[in-house]
């Protein structure tokens, strides 16, 4: 496994590890934006592609786990 792959994964570790200690589902976006990006990085994305990914798929995340909160 690459280097970086093992990186985005260990992202979503934590970010998993921190949304089932805190159980608000906002961690649940850089969750699932760290996991794409550990895809990415298998498929060999430019770096930059990866974080993009990354904030973009956070980001839609956020904004509709904020809009099923209401």
Known sequence: ????V??????TAIFLGGEILI???YLLGPTSGS?????????EFPFW????????????FIVLT???KK
């Open 23 to 25: 159980r608000t589902y």
């Open 66 to 68: 904020r809009e099923l």
């Open 1 to 4: 496994m690459d280097e970086i």
């Open 49 to 60: 592609s990866q974080w993009a990914l990354f904030f973009f798929i956070a980001m839609i």
């Open 35 to 43: 996991l794409v990006s550990a895809v990415a990085a298998h498929l």
């Open 6 to 11: 093992a990186r985005w994964l260990l992202l």
